[in-house]
């Protein structure tokens, strides 16, 4: 898809629609899916330890606002990642809404078998890219960490458990610099292949472009096709919005946001929170996308976990917001 044929500040549903249809016939041009990955990527690296209740209740209060997905904690060690220790009791403790998926991240069989044990549904395994981002993230190179989600698919089929992908650092890695979008592929066609149903592409450190990002596109659709795709940006050079419009293009309809624009991933030096639902929602709904969001319920939201923080938020959005227009 070339910026020629569509020019992007008229990209609209109808242009969407048109410009996706000869990529994928299955995707629903005007809906695109929020995945909602604040109480997990937005969390993990606050290094003040929040009380489950307040996990909770964030995650009750995101399930008023219309979302599907809310990603809601991560089965990893406590070790590497405290704020994530009370993963159980989080899960356990929600109020599961019928219609919402509340997916968590499981690095390999222990964290998969203790995440089915607490009750989830559907988990998320994460792939990189990068060898070296690999090792910091999970102790074990992309190649290895493949090897370990090979049972957790197993065992999730097993238990009727959907699984997420997600592939890290997609265009650049904190270690390595600039990643080659043939490395992308490998790690997506793996996760494909093994039976995860959708591919999330993760811009770790948001250091992406909207050249980058197309470089990266170009090649990652000719391998799985769009519909089966997400993006994960976070917004660390203020990219994210206009990657998120890029892979829109590609016919991209899941879009990984967290509310209040929290977040960031321990061991990617540098990263600041992802793209916010807030903003990444009103965007969407300006170009005549349905996303199922109430804007001014997640607003709320975004103001609870902000004051819970005692930080002001990351969504400009939100900072601006008087209310439905
Ligand atoms: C993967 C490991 C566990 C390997 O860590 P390891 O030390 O290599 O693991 P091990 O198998 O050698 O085991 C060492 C200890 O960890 C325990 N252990 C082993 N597995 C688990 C588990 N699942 N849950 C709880 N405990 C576990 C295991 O039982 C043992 O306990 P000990 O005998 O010492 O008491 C570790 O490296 C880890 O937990 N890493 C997590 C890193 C992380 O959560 N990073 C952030 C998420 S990724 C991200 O944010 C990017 C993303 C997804 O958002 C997309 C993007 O932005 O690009």
Redesign the pocket.
């Known amino acids: 898809m070339s910026f020629a044929r569509i020019p992007i500040p008229f990209l609209t549903c109808r242009s969407l629609a048109w410009s996706t249809a000869k990529r994928t016939a299955t995707t629903t041009p005007c809906e695109v899916r929020i995945v909602e990955?604040g109480p997990?990527?937005g969390l993990?690296n606050e290094p003040k330890l929040l009380p489950a209740a307040t996990k909770i209740e964030l995650i009750n209060r995101l399930s008023g606002t219309g979302l599907k997905t809310i990603e809601a904690t991560?089965?990893?060690?406590?070790?590497?990642?405290p704020q994530?220790g009370d993963n159980a009791e989080v899960l356990r403790g929600i109020s599961k809404v019928r219609g919402i998926s509340y997916p968590v991240?499981?690095?390999?069989i222990?964290?998969f078998e203790?995440a089915l044990a607490a009750g989830a549904e559907e988990v998320?395994v994460?792939g990189?890219a990068s060898d070296a981002f690999s090792l910091k993230?999970?102790?074990?190179t992309a190649a290895q960490a493949i090897e370990?989600f090979r049972p957790v698919l197993k065992a999730a089929k097993e238990n009727g458990v959907r699984v997420r992908g997600?592939?890290?650092?997609?265009v650049g890695c904190p270690y390595e610099g600039a990643i080659a979008p043939s490395a992308v592929v490998k790690v997506v066609e793996a996760l494909y292949e093994m039976g995860c149903y959708e591919i999330?592409l993760?811009?770790?450190i948001g250091v992406g472009t909207p050249g980058s990002m197309r470089r990266m596109l170009d090649e990652v659709t000719r391998a799985v096709p769009a519909k089966d795709l997400a993006v994960?940006c976070?917004d660390t050079y203020g990219q994210a919005l206009s990657n998120i419009l890029v892979s829109l293009d590609y016919g991209i309809r899941v879009v990984d946001a967290s509310v209040s624009g929290l977040?960031g991933?321990?061991?990617?030096r540098g990263?600041s929170g992802?793209a916010a639902t807030e903003d990444v929602v009103y965007m969407l709904h300006g170009m005549g996308l349905q996303t199922s969001v109430d804007l001014d319920k997640l607003i709320q939201v975004g103001r609870y976990i902000c004051t819970e923080l005692g930080r002001p938020s990351e969504s400009k959005v939100n900072r601006a917001w008087k209310g439905p227009q």
Do not use: E
Request: glycine share 6%.
């Open positions: 990955v997990r990527d993990q991560s089965f990893v060690s406590a070790k590497w990642v994530m991240l499981t690095p390999n222990k964290g203790s998320a994460f990189a993230n999970v102790n074990a370990r997600y592939v890290s650092t997609i999330s993760g811009d770790t994960h976070h977040g991933c321990p061991y990617a990263a992802n």
